[in-house]
């Protein structure tokens, strides 16, 4: 890629498939994916492993947030998430993770130590990064936004298949999902620091009726017209 590098953000409800969409933008581009919910998730790994109880969370300070040792390496066309120099993958998708990490993604101190990671990784651009507040917060500047979306029973299925060896699912089991949905976009709309919201500027792409290749060459082109 010759020519000024990017900042692509990419936001979106759970399931829209913005890390994916994402990893793929980032490889067809020469960018490197930059995963923000990585970093939620790692800080709570951190929390979890640092024996400080739960309860104590919320009032985490910075000091204790840079003993953690968490460091974005860049690597090929992402960044992995190192904890103590280790790379912390699977570890970061466990269920104890998983229902943690909307909690700490809530916490000010967190938020902010997390902001400023993120825009000294993006540092001269080359950098698609997906979450929930990346083009409102992190990066209202980003020469690209993509909001994405996707109707939420397509959502649900998604979801479940994603699971690792999942079934095809039932109608029960996409309308149960789509309901568990609803309610985190609900919490993800409505809660007071950084609620998921359209950024100003940005295309939105419905992914609905969309190929994943489809909805990867919308962000490229995107991109392109850009640069
Ligand atoms: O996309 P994910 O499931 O890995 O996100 C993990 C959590 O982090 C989820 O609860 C939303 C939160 N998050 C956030 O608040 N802001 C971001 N930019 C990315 C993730």
Not at 71 to 81: A, C, I, K, N, Q
Not at 202 to 214: K, R, Y
């Amino acid at each position: 890629m010759t020519g000024p590098m990017a900042v692509v953000t990419i936001d979106g409800p759970a399931g829209s498939g913005k890390s994916s969409t994402a990893r793929a933008v980032a490889r067809a581009l020469g960018y490197r994916h930059l995963d923000s919910g990585a970093l939620f998730r790692a800080v709570t790994l951190g929390l979890l492993r640092s024996g400080i109880p739960e309860e104590e969370w919320s009032e985490v300070k910075l000091a204790q947030l840079e003993e953690m040792k968490i460091e974005l390496v860049p690597s090929g066309t992402r960044f992995d998430v190192e904890m103590d120099g280790i790379v912390v993958d699977r570890e970061l998708r466990s269920p104890d993770v998983t229902r943690r990490v909307p909690g700490v993604a809530t916490i000010p101190a967190v938020r902010d130590w997390l902001l400023r990671r993120q825009r000294a990784a993006a540092k001269g651009g080359g950098v698609v990064v997906d979450g929930r507040d990346t083009g409102t917060v992190v990066f209202p500047d980003a020469a690209v936004k993509v909001f994405l979306t996707a109707g939420i029973e397509e959502r649900a299925r998604r979801r479940l298949l994603q699971d690792e060896g999942a079934e095809p699912p039932t109608r029960r089991d996409v309308r149960r999902e789509a309901e568990r949905l609803a309610d985190r976009d609900r919490q993800d709309e409505t809660r007071e620091i950084a609620p998921l919201r359209r950024p100003e500027g940005a295309i939105e792409v419905d992914t609905t009726g969309l190929s994943f290749e489809e909805q990867v060459a919308r962000v490229v082109e995107a991109v392109r017209g850009w640069g």
